[in-house]
């Protein structure tokens, strides 16, 4: 079973940077669907940006396009999310998932969009924006 650990959450002011670590055991990135996912209290967990395994294609979110950048160090098995600009929307618990290639799931849109409703999660790393 595929088990992550994020990592690189705080308290940041806006228009602040973070940049957000994810590593995982049980699943090499290379070979594998993987993205970052956000729940703000009150709200509904939703997708931010992923990277398919086949063809690294990428996903964001409208609300992260231009701010955020995923990647990935293949070596390290590490996933990364770069947070810029950040505003107070973006206040939420930051969540990795990783997981194999999947029917119907490749692609990065149609991974985040289909993981998102998936219920097992990681810890999570808290990122708190201040105004």
């Known amino acids: 079973q595929v088990q992550v650990v994020e990592s690189g959450g705080g308290l940041v002011q806006a228009g602040g940077s973070l940049r957000l670590s994810c590593t995982a055991s049980?699943?090499?990135?290379?070979?594998?669907?993987v993205g970052w996912f956000r729940q703000a209290p009150g709200k509904e967990r939703e997708a931010v940006s992923c990277?398919?395994?086949?063809?690294?294609?990428?996903y964001y979110a409208d609300s992260v396009e231009g701010r955020f950048t995923i990647s990935r160090d293949l070596d390290k098995n590490t996933l990364y999310l770069q947070l810029d600009s950040l505003e107070p929307e973006d206040t939420a618990t930051y969540y990795c998932?990783?997981?194999?290639?999947?029917?119907?799931?490749?692609?990065?849109?149609?991974?985040?969009?289909?993981?998102?409703?998936?219920?097992?999660w990681g810890q999570g790393t808290q990122v708190t924006v201040s105004s």
């Open positions: 998932a990783a997981d194999p290639p999947r029917r119907g799931w490749n692609g990065g849109a149609a991974y985040c969009l289909r993981r998102v409703h998936e219920d097992h």
């Open positions: 049980g699943l090499t990135f290379n070979r594998a669907n």
């Open positions: 990277i398919s395994s086949i063809g690294a294609t990428t």
